[in-house]
């Protein structure tokens, strides 16, 4: 069964430390993964977007890696800031026969506090 | 530029009857995706169009129905309301058919919200 699993639920650090949220999903078979952030009455901000064969894709602070043979991602905030407070959500594509899913994580709420 | 346009943002109706959402992809996209999200379920996705044609769809029962225009515009129907229907109702761009091998980047919409009474 394809499924997205992500951790913690919940994270609450201090302003200024750096913090890791992670994805484990058994989609086959694999397309991409992608990361969103979501702020709260808001629609999803796309972060990254990784391909089978790229193990690592930063975008400013935030930093996804991806092992495709555990089948793990992990979303790194570098010197977090009060609006990172927000939730992050794990997307993974899988590709059969020419078309697609998205199976969706069900998302790390992060409070960044001052 | 102008962003993904989603109306109404706010919506309430209710059970049995019928709903239109219109979504307005940033100009030059040609792929819009919908999704529908509950605190219970998440994200969930709800179907993609590509050029006035449906290229891709969830496990959503067939109440659930949408197109896209020749201009790009997307307009998505929940007929017969249920409860459980109440979610906010994300619409996404991209400038191409998203995700089959493709590194697009999608953007989203502020979301139609709707309640069903």
């Known amino acids: 069964k394809n499924q997205v699993e992500q951790s913690p639920q919940s994270l609450i650090i201090l302003e200024g430390k750096n913090c890791t949220l992670q994805?484990?999903?058994?989609?086959?078979?694999?397309?991409?993964l992608r990361w969103y952030k979501q702020d709260t009455g808001r629609g999803p901000v796309s972060l990254t977007i990784?391909?089978?064969?790229?193990n690592t894709k930063s975008n400013g602070r935030y930093t996804a890696t991806l092992d495709a043979d555990t089948k793990q991602s992990s979303l790194h905030i570098t010197a977090s800031q009060l609006s990172d407070s927000a939730s992050y959500i794990c997307v993974v594509s899988a590709v059969t026969s020419g078309t697609y899913k998205y199976i969706f994580g069900t998302g790390t709420r992060l409070k960044v506090l001052a | 530029k102008a962003g993904v346009t989603q109306t109404p943002r706010y919506l309430i109706k209710t059970r049995g009857q019928q709903v239109t959402l219109s979504c307005s992809p940033i100009s030059g996209h040609r792929s819009v995706s919908w999704y529908q999200q509950t605190p219970g379920q998440g994200l969930q996705f709800l179907f993609e169009y590509f050029s006035e044609t449906q290229r891709n769809k969830g496990n959503f029962p067939g109440r659930f129905s949408g197109r896209q225009f020749s201009n790009s515009r997307s307009e998505m129907n929940v007929s017969t309301l249920e409860l459980g229907d109440s979610a906010l109702y994300l619409c996404?761009?991209?400038?191409?058919?998203?995700?089959?091998?493709?590194?697009?980047?999608?953007?989203f919409g502020p979301g139609t919200r709707l309640t069903v009474l």
């Open positions: 994805c484990n999903y058994t989609v086959s078979p694999f397309s991409n």
């Open positions: 996404a761009s991209s400038l191409v058919l998203g995700a089959g091998g493709i590194t697009d980047t999608q953007y």
């Open positions: 990784m391909t089978f064969s790229e």
